[in-house]
């Protein structure tokens, strides 16, 4: 099962206690790489705010962003089990964070190819 780690928390409650009630992380990869592409902080009046906002404002420090992201980057790999999110033709999703429930929703695409041949196709109705 998939789960943050322990040293998450703090910055979690931080965030909270600023008045941030859910974190959206988006994710893809492919070829044989994985980023993490945004992490949108959303406010109780459905306000968003990027990290620059929040490094400004004082939520969160330059450090506690990066634990927080190379954190995040674990928790994927746990909570999609066995899919292969940044080899071949990669994946992509997405990971919400309620922080009034401290739970977790994640939604994941698979891409995937399909791939077909035919041969001595005749080029003329005879």
């Given at each position: 099962?998939?789960?943050?780690?322990?040293?998450?928390?703090?910055i979690l409650?931080?965030?909270?206690?600023?008045?941030i009630n859910?974190i959206e992380i988006?994710f893809s990869g492919?070829?044989?790489s994985g980023d993490?592409?945004?992490?949108i902080?959303?406010d109780?009046?459905g306000?968003h705010?990027y990290?620059?906002d929040?490094?400004s404002?004082?939520y969160?420090?330059?450090?506690?962003?990066?634990?927080?992201?190379?954190?995040?980057?674990?928790?994927?790999?746990?909570a999609?089990?066995?899919a292969d999110?940044y080899n071949?033709?990669?994946?992509?999703?997405?990971?919400?964070?309620d922080?009034?429930?401290m739970t977790?929703?994640?939604?994941?695409?698979?891409?995937?190819v399909?791939?077909y041949?035919w041969e001595d196709?005749s080029l003329?109705d005879?």
């Amino acid at each position: 099962m998939a789960k943050l780690s322990q040293q998450i928390l703090p910055i979690l409650v931080k965030l909270k206690d600023k008045g941030i009630n859910k974190i959206e992380i988006t994710f893809s990869g492919s070829g044989d790489s994985g980023d993490i592409d945004d992490i949108i902080y959303y406010d109780i009046n459905g306000k968003h705010h990027y990290l620059t906002d929040m490094v400004s404002n004082s939520y969160m420090t330059e450090d506690e962003y990066k634990l927080l992201q190379n954190d995040c980057y674990e928790f994927i790999d746990d909570a999609i089990e066995g899919a292969d999110w940044y080899n071949n033709e990669g994946g992509f999703g997405n990971i919400t964070i309620d922080l009034d429930t401290m739970t977790a929703n994640v939604e994941y695409s698979q891409r995937t190819v399909e791939e077909y041949s035919w041969e001595d196709l005749s080029l003329f109705d005879i």
